[in-house]
């Protein structure tokens, strides 16, 4: 069983002005393309490996076949962020979460202005390539961090629910350096509704 390429869940101009049109093409078609077929190609030959989610190999990349394991924490890893990516940005995102996320971002940060404060200085402050994440506990509790290259929180033995992608391919056409614009604009587009949905996955497990 091969993983596949999701589509994006809307066009490849929805999320304009806020992240462009064709960063959005070359963003899917090339990089996230790109991330499934060479993990697809590190599978290959490791029928074992192949009957696992991308969920399970990213925990357990540090048992992972030695043959396999950089190939996978890379490339595994891109095709699993990216697709937690599309997912939580939406056309009509946005906005501020309510219900349980809501409360639970209150608790943890003080604020929702206060959450997005520490969430910017994440991801601006990933020195290179990497992701700012909002991570969450099955006891509810949230924090956030980032990760470096196409590693996330996984590895580490926590769940993301939302993150943002700060390697230059995600925002160098639009905004060139400035990365703190880019994740400015980038609240935007943020799908909530989705986060929250992913929260209630891993506070309810
Ligand atoms: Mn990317």
Redesign the pocket.
């Known amino acids: 069983m091969a993983f596949e390429l999701p589509d994006l869940p809307y066009d490849y101009d929805a999320l304009e002005p806020h992240i462009d049109e064709r960063t959005m093409r070359i963003?899917h078609d090339k990089?996230?393309a790109g991330y499934t077929r060479k993990l697809n190609n590190a599978l290959e030959g490791h029928d074992d490996l192949q009957e696992h989610s991308i969920e399970e190999l990213l925990a357990g990349i540090d048992s992972l076949p030695a043959d396999v394991q950089t190939a996978v924490r890379q490339n595994g890893g891109?095709f699993y962020?990216?697709r937690l990516?599309w997912t939580t940005m939406s056309p009509d995102g946005g906005g501020t979460p309510n219900s349980d996320l809501g409360d639970a971002i209150d608790e943890a940060f003080g604020s929702f202005e206060d959450f997005k404060s520490h969430f910017a200085d994440a991801a601006t402050g990933q020195f290179g390539s990497g992701w700012g994440w909002l991570v969450a506990e099955p006891s509810g509790a949230l924090s956030v961090t980032s990760t470096p290259n196409q590693d996330n929180p996984l590895m580490e033995g926590h769940t993301p629910i939302l993150g943002v992608?700060v390697?230059e391919?995600?925002y160098y056409l639009h905004y060139q350096n400035e990365r703190g614009s880019y994740v400015n604009a980038w609240w935007n587009v943020v799908d909530w509704d989705a986060v929250a949905d992913n929260y209630d996955a891993v506070a309810s497990a």
């Open positions: 963003h990089h996230h891109g962020n990216h990516f992608d390697w391919h995600a």
